[in-house]
């Protein structure tokens, strides 16, 4: 005989399943389950809870009565969920998950990994020592990479290619003169002219030269 422990109320029945009081019975008599009467209230046992809980998912996915019915003969074992939870959750199966991936281009990489070696590596340069190295690249007439322009004129390599075939800064005059290894463009370092002071002419040089040897 089933203990008070073991009997639940069947008031509590159609607000578990969410159904109407007639819903209930008809489900007690397909499942042939016969409450037990106390006094005036109703009782069912745990196992037949257990029934009761097994059809009400089966339901849920979509099955049957008589399919709950035909599983129980066959003694299959039923699936049964708590009743606290309104929804069933179906985790995707290991074998089609996916690790997303993020694709990096190599020359944005090796920009981000240049910045940041930038700003851990201290530098004690002065601000003029750019000009003394664009000062020794005109003297040796080296050809820089846009890179190195970039890197010297502290812009970015994309501003120096902006610039088209010639641009002129910090006194220097850059042209592009061809294309260094590993595809950059090759800059000439020239300086400019200063026009303070026009040149004498020809005529004005020996005219001044005659007239210093002559003067009385």
Do not use: C
Not at 46 to 59: I, P, R, Y
Not at 151 to 168: C, H, M, R, V, W
Request: aromatic share 8%; glycine share 6%; charged share 20%.
């Amino acid at each position: 005989m089933a203990t008070e422990v073991d009997l639940i109320p069947l008031s509590q029945l159609p607000n578990r399943y969410g159904i109407a009081r007639s819903n209930l019975y008809n489900r007690l008599k397909d499942l042939k389950i016969e409450s037990i009467k106390q006094g005036r209230k109703a009782f069912i046992t745990s196992t037949q809870l257990q029934m009761l809980d097994g059809l009400d998912a089966h339901l849920q996915q979509g099955g049957t009565t008589p399919e709950y019915i035909a599983q129980l003969s066959s003694n299959q074992s039923l699936t049964t969920v708590p009743t606290n939870q309104t929804e069933v959750y179906h985790p995707e199966p290991l074998e089609t998950y996916k690790e997303p991936t993020l694709t990096i281009q190599p020359s944005a990489l090796v920009g981000a990994i240049e910045a940041v070696v930038k700003r851990l590596i201290p530098t004690n340069k002065s601000p003029l020592s750019y000009l003394r190295e664009l000062e020794e690249a005109y003297d040796k007439g080296w050809l820089l990479s846009t890179s190195e322009v970039a890197d010297l004129l502290g812009l970015s390599p994309k501003t120096i290619a902006n610039y088209g075939q010639e641009f002129t800064d910090a006194g220097f005059i850059f042209a592009r003169v061809g294309i260094r290894k590993g595809g950059e463009i090759a800059w000439s370092v020239d300086k400019e002219t200063s026009w303070a002071e026009p040149l004498p002419s020809p005529n004005q040089s020996i005219k001044a030269a005659f007239s210093e040897e002559f003067d009385p």
